[in-house]
């Protein structure tokens, strides 16, 4: 009885599948993420900023609220929004209408990630050297402004990944914390 009800719970979820991909004529086509619901970026103009390391600067928006500050090893969760120095949209944590903040591994975020055309909807197309500096000490509640040159940015990134188009370009990261899961080490 139980092999029965598995069998017809793949067989309604294979249906289900196959009625939504006949709305499309590919239906492994993906829409490209809605960024009408993404904020203004935030103001930069006359403001100070700070040098973090060579290629990476910040503003400091509003300071962070807590004691404890993001490390090399913990996970956050951040409302983020990557643009150019353009202002074209890279990805946001705010598109489609999303108002949860995205998990980030800050352990990862140096690392440019090898995934293609997908990376446009998930937060490891933000992940680049220069973002990992710019989180490092930054508290719940604080928002920052991170300035990062091509060379802390994508000017590594192997061609023919979605983010090699943006390697000559300045990147502009606008994060607020929302949360901090420090990585407890067992001694």
């Known amino acids: 009885m139980l092999a029965y009800f598995r069998h017809s719970i ?3 979820a294979l249906f289900s599948l196959f009625i939504v991909s006949c709305n499309s004529d590919d239906p492994f086509d993906i829409p490209p993420p809605d960024f009408s619901t993404v904020p203004d970026a935030y ?5 100070p900023t700070q040098e973090i390391e060579p290629g990476v ?8 609220l807590t004691a ?11 409302f983020l929004t990557l643009r150019t120095e353009g202002g074209e949209i890279i990805y946001s944590s705010f ?3 999303n108002e949860s903040p995205a998990g980030l591994s800050v352990r990862e975020s140096g690392n440019i990630q090898n ?6 909807y998930s937060i490891l197309i933000a992940y680049s050297p ?5 989180l490092l000490g930054m508290k719940e509640g604080e928002k920052r402004t991170l300035i990062v040159s091509p060379e802390k940015g994508f000017g590594n990134a192997p061609s023919g990944l979605y983010i090699s188009q943006f390697k ?3 990147l502009i990261y606008d994060i607020k914390v929302s949360r901090i899961f420090p990585n407890k080490i067992k001694e």
Do not use: C, M, P, W
């Open 168 to 170: 000559d370009d300045t």
């Open 68 to 78: 404890f500050e993001v490390t090399a090893r913990d996970e956050v969760s951040v």
């Open 10 to 12: 793949l067989l309604i």
């Open 130 to 134: 220069g973002l990992k500096s710019g």
């Open 43 to 47: 103001e930069i103009e006359n403001l």
């Open 57 to 64: 600067e910040k503003i400091i928006h509003e300071e962070g």
């Open 95 to 97: 598109a489609n209408n």
């Open 115 to 120: 995934i293609v055309d997908i990376r446009q």
